[in-house]
């Protein structure tokens, strides 16, 4: 999982720590932690220019 590039991964101020904003449901979380999909379904790519450079 590579959540700190994650665009869902946001700082909570009341918290105080970074939380992802994604509301899963207990089945997704699960299979998330599990380790059986290595890959979170809700993985949005934070990279602003990525189709900047794909263009060039």
Do not use: F
């Amino acid at each position: 999982m590579i959540c700190d590039t994650c665009a869902n991964y946001v700082y909570d101020e009341d918290w105080e720590c970074y939380t992802c904003m994604v509301n899963m449901d207990e089945d997704d979380y699960y299979r998330l932690m599990s380790g059986n999909n290595k890959d979170c379904p809700y993985y949005q790519d934070n990279d602003e220019y990525k189709v900047v450079r794909h263009q060039m």
